[in-house]
Structures are given as structure tokens and as C-alpha cells.
């Protein structure tokens, strides 16, 4: 199993602003993805953090709002850029194997609001 | 494209008696099902998989899910509900490349004393 660290918890930030987001795997892991979930909500995909190249986006979100690194096999960041209050949200790093056996493992999340 | 729904937005049961989540899926190809369970103020936890083999599949916390291919279903069940069995829990697919994973709305599971 992995255990995933993601950090800052909570954050309160103002508009216009950006928050970088960064998720630490204690072990490698083939698949990183960025989710964002309201509270009691589904959890929606942002985006496939992948390894060494630029992150695969899902409709709807975009690199210049959402830019995503990935230097490694453990380790990730996720910056909301130019921040609104429809940004406010729990954002969750997931990592995994990939392939038909493997499960997700899922950071804490990051509860931001935006004021 | 690859997706799950849950049709409850809720469920309450009584504790000790069975409890049933249900989940239907469309997916081209052999569906990949997951249940995963959020507790409050906590990440998300995997519960259990389908990927081949028996249809009932064995699960963490006494859960197990039936896997039923002519009603593409994928129902979360536990015999005797607890009280610590209340949380949000998600039924999730995962595309055939085995990559992504595409979640539920999710339903909440209510166990009163």
C-alpha cells in the first residue's frame, strides 16, 4: 500500500491569488491524478499528473488554470491559479499502479476557500 | 465513456440489520468496479474491487459486493449494519486502459443505533 501526504490541509486565500498544492508518496507509483470533490460530493477529475511531460486534462479544466507538475514517481503539485470563489473546494491527490489489480490510495485532501 | 451511477442519495438502516448500497455501471468492454468509503473528515479508503472471477466479492469491514453482468450492477451489501458503518461511499470504474478512475455521486449510509 502507499500512503500519500498532501499538503496544506486548509487554506483561506483571497481572490486573484494562487495556491500550490503538493501531494508526497512514500513509495512510487505509476499513476498520479488530481481530483477536486465537494464537501459530500462526488469527486470530479481534473487532470493525470504524468511523469516528466504535461498532464493529461479532463473537459472542462485547463493547464493555464490548473498547471500540474510532476517530477518524479512520488511527488506532485497542483497550483489553482488566479482563484475565484467557485474555486472553493477539497482537492485530493491520488496515486496508484494503474492497470486491472490496483486500487487508488487518496491524500487527506486541501480544503480551499477562496474569499 | 465509462460510468457508474448511484441511484440513492441515501440510505438508513438500523443497526444490525443488512444494509444494501446499490451501484449500476456502463462500460464498454470488462468493467472495472471499485467501492471506496469516506469517513468524515477523512480521505477516501478502498472497500473492495471486481475485476474477474466470482461475481461476490470479499471486502474490508465485513463488506461484500455483488457483481451482476445482465443487471450491470455492482451493489455494496453487509449483513449486520454498525453504527460505525455510517460514511459517504463512492462506486467507482475504472477506464479498460486501467488508468482513470470515474466515481459515483455517491450515497450516504445513515446506521442508527
Known amino acids: 500500500s502507499a500512503v500519500i501526504s498532501q499538503k496544506p490541509s486548509r487554506d483561506i486565500c483571497q481572490r486573484g491569488t494562487s495556491l500550490t498544492i503538493q501531494c508526497q508518496v512514500d513509495s512510487q507509483v505509476t499513476m498520479m491524478f488530481w481530483y477536486r470533490q465537494q464537501p459530500g460530493q462526488s469527486l470530479t477529475l481534473i487532470a493525470t499528473a504524468n511523469q516528466g511531460s504535461e498532464a493529461t486534462y479532463e473537459s472542462g479544466f485547463v493547464i493555464d488554470k490548473f498547471p500540474i507538475s510532476r517530477p518524479n514517481l512520488t511527488f506532485s503539485t497542483l497550483t489553482v491559479s488566479n482563484m475565484s470563489p467557485e474555486d472553493s473546494s477539497i482537492y485530493l491527490c491520488s496515486g496508484g499502479q494503474g492497470g486491472a489489480n490496483e486500487k487508488l490510495f487518496f491524500g487527506s485532501g486541501t480544503q480551499l476557500s477562496v474569499l | 465513456a465509462q460510468s457508474v451511477a448511484q441511484p440513492e442519495d441515501q440510505v438508513n438502516v438500523a443497526e444490525g440489520n443488512p444494509l444494501t448500497v446499490k451501484c449500476t455501471y456502463s462500460v464498454s468492454g470488462n468493467p472495472y468496479l471499485f467501492w471506496y468509503v469516506q469517513y468524515p473528515n477523512r480521505g477516501l479508503q478502498f472497500l473492495l474491487k471486481y475485476i474477474t472471477g466470482d461475481n461476490l466479492v470479499k471486502g474490508s469491514y465485513g463488506f461484500e459486493a455483488e457483481f451482476n453482468k445482465s443487471q450491470t450492477s455492482f451493489h455494496l451489501k453487509k449483513p449486520s449494519a454498525l453504527v460505525s458503518d455510517s460514511a459517504l461511499y463512492f462506486c467507482?470504474?475504472?477506464?479498460?486502459?486501467?488508468?482513470?478512475?470515474?466515481f459515483g455521486a455517491g450515497t450516504r449510509l445513515f446506521v442508527k443505533a
Open positions: 467507482a470504474v475504472m477506464n479498460t486502459g486501467g488508468f482513470k478512475t470515474i
